[in-house]
């Protein structure tokens, strides 16, 4: 006899984000049912080290938490992303002043070095609201996979092999985009004057 297993689907996320309004612990356990492994993902990228990617992801879901409300995000999984991405950095930073950590962040920023020229400020630089509207200008210039190729490769610290596998590519094919898209992106911002 055979049993049928009734699934739940993940609920939406306005559904979710009214969870976090009526200050019903459950936003959390639905958050993680439904962007863990991507939180996951953003850290371990980041850090290359699971215990810390574990830390991390806990650490989101308690910003998320002190965050709504008041704050109502108009894109749920962005704004999730957006904290995961921060909360890793931070402690990127904290354990690079102590040791060296292996890192795809550091593979990535290297990778955009041509076009910023204070190594030790680059994820300051990257923050600069100036340079953010140049790049969001920039973005829309690009394919849709163009632009999935610059997002996950430089704002999710997603390995070149990782971004291939996804798009049914080769990990050749996609280098070859990321050269393509850099140089692009150094002569958009050496014409829009952008100082970094």
């Not at 962007?35 to 850090?47: K, M, P, T």
């Not at 704004?79 to 002043?97: E, P, V």
């Not at 190594?119 to 100036?130: A, G, T, Y």
């Amino acid at each position: 006899m055979q049993i049928a297993m009734e699934t739940r689907a993940s609920l939406s996320d306005e559904e979710i984000i009214e969870l976090y309004f009526q200050r019903n612990e459950s936003a959390i356990s639905e958050t993680d049912k439904k962007y863990g492994e991507l939180v996951f993902r953003i850290a371990y990228n980041i850090l290359n080290d699971k215990s810390d990617s574990e830390e991390c992801q806990n650490d989101t879901y308690l910003d998320v938490w002190k965050a709504i409300p008041p704050t109502r995000p108009r894109v749920f999984g962005a704004f999730i992303a957006k904290i995961a991405r921060r909360i890793s950095i931070d402690l990127y930073r904290h354990k690079a002043r102590k040791r060296s950590v292996p890192s795809e962040l550091v593979s990535s920023i290297d990778e955009l070095e041509f076009c910023l020229t204070d190594r030790e400020n680059v994820l300051e630089s990257i923050e600069i609201k100036e340079l953010a509207r140049a790049l969001n200008t920039f973005l829309k210039t690009l394919s849709q996979k163009q632009q999935y190729i610059f997002i996950s490769r430089f704002y999710f610290s997603y390995s070149v092999e990782q971004i291939a596998r996804e798009m049914g590519s080769t990990p050749s094919s996609v280098y070859k985009a990321l050269e393509k898209i850099k140089r692009a992106l150094g002569e958009y911002l050496k014409k829009k004057g952008v100082d970094v």
